[in-house]
């Protein structure tokens, strides 16, 4: 599975940025798909993800402002962030957890995508 993301950039805060992630490759399911951020000198946390049945997890310091949706054939995951704030930046890692052929599970990591929220 290759993930694929965009939607990265500088932004004042308050402001919104939405972020996008397509897997691509060979798999029966794709499971959970969401984002995760890695701060300098922090560790990678999650911010939020969605499995295949809809459900959604939020870090807490996210609830509220963002909002992880998947399209309609589950292959894309997106993050809506607004109200985004100095505290945000990092750097967004795009992730799933899929089945293969054999039904082997794995988990996949995106390259990451730079959001800086800074006037």
């Known amino acids: 599975v290759q993930l694929q993301a965009s939607g990265g950039g500088l932004v004042q805060p308050g402001g919104s940025l939405r972020l996008s992630c397509t897997a691509s490759g060979t798999f029966r399911l794709l499971n959970r798909m969401g984002w995760y951020r890695q701060a300098p000198g922090k560790q990678r946390d999650l911010v939020a993800r969605?499995?295949?049945?809809?459900?959604?997890t939020y870090a807490d310091s996210v609830k509220g402002r963002f909002t992880v949706s998947r399209d309609n054939a589950k292959t894309s995951v997106f993050l809506q962030m607004t109200g985004l704030k100095a505290e945000d930046t990092a750097v967004y890692y795009c992730?799933?957890?899929?089945?293969?052929?054999?039904?082997?599970?794995?988990?996949?990591w995106g390259e990451g995508t730079l959001v800086t929220v800074s006037s």
């Open positions: 992730y799933c957890d899929a089945y293969d052929t054999i039904w082997s599970r794995m988990d996949y």
């Open positions: 969605i499995a295949s049945d809809g459900t959604t």
